[in-house]
């Protein structure tokens, strides 16, 4: 038996997302434990920007239910993360939750190796945006082990299930979470490290905005191709994830505490001027 944790980040009851995890976790086998967390119901905090939470012994000190979530998938056995697409990114407690993973960046061992399968939900045809690519990140950041991402047609509620072939295809992601022998189809021209298809281009190189891994475009005699190069030097390798989480962001703060005069001296002339608009002069 296995525990899977579904986390859905959308306020509509028994709207697609819901719907979506509830077959791909019931897909995943016969007697599996299954739990379900709205997300868009939990008191999860904005991160306050303080860096308590770096030391390696410490965890945020925002008290809300940050800590509950985390708890569930570190018992989880298995992720599903779905999310509808609102102005073209996921739905906001997504990029609030993400936020708050600054203080697990360098825990990430702790959930590693659990496999996740990302839902994007959307209504309105070609404005899906970047909500997979956000989703895939927030599995990232949490280092579970990413099988799959889908994304999924459908505005009204239970849309998503009505063509035959959107709900096989939301079965297979739950059969997929326990297969070692499942393997994603990748696409042509997408990272091959995130599977991102939105990619930056400087002219001559093109870098994956979110696990930063570089690539060229060539030319061939009737398209164009995209050559990446060192697929196993970017964000999310252990590696990398020490080198921002630990020793770039430790190095900051440390530089911050030791020049914290100097700095406080560069605010002064600001923090002379206030235009804000306090809550109590609101009409
Ligand atoms: C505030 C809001 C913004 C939305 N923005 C988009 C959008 O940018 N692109 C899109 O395709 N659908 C958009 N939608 C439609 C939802 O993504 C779609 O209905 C989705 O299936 C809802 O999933 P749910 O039933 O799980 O809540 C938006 C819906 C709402 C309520």
Redesign the pocket.
């Known amino acids: 038996m296995k525990r899977i944790l579904g986390i859905?980040a959308?306020?509509?009851k028994v709207?697609?997302?819901?719907i979506l995890t509830k077959v791909i976790m019931e897909a995943a086998g016969p007697d599996n434990e299954l739990e379900m967390i709205r997300l868009t119901d939990l008191d999860i905090k904005g991160c306050r920007a303080c860096y308590s939470c770096l030391p390696q012994e410490a965890t945020c000190v925002i008290e809300d239910d940050l800590a509950f979530l985390l708890e569930k998938v570190r018992n989880a056995d298995a992720v599903v993360i779905?999310a509808?697409?609102?102005?073209?990114g996921p739905n906001g407690s997504i990029k609030k939750l993400k936020d708050r993973f600054v203080s697990i960046g360098n825990k990430f061992e702790q959930f590693a190796g659990k496999p996740c399968v990302t839902v994007t939900?959307?209504?309105?045809?070609n404005?899906?945006?970047y909500t997979e690519q956000a989703l895939n990140l927030t599995a990232r950041f949490l280092n579970l082990k990413l099988i799959d991402s889908a994304v999924f047609f459908?505005?009204?509620?239970a849309?998503?299930i009505e063509k035959p072939a959107d709900l096989q295809r939301a079965q297979r992601l739950g059969r997929a979470l326990f297969d070692p022998d499942y393997r994603r189809t990748s696409q042509e021209n997408e990272c091959p490290v995130c599977w991102s298809d939105i990619l930056k281009y400087d002219g001559t190189n093109v870098t994956c905005p979110f696990c930063g891994t570089r690539g060229k475009i060539k030319a061939e005699v009737d398209k164009v191709r995209l050559i990446f190069y060192p697929k196993d030097d970017h964000r999310f390798t252990d590696e990398g994830r020490k080198r921002h989480f630990e020793v770039y962001l430790n190095s900051k703060k440390q530089e911050y505490i030791s020049k914290r005069k100097y700095y406080q001296e560069l605010q002064d002339p600001y923090r002379q001027t206030s235009y804000w608009i306090t809550l109590d002069k609101r009409e």
């Open positions: 859905v959308s306020p509509r709207g697609n997302s819901e779905a509808p697409c609102y102005m073209l939900t959307y209504g309105a045809p404005w899906e945006g459908g505005a009204s509620p849309e998503v």
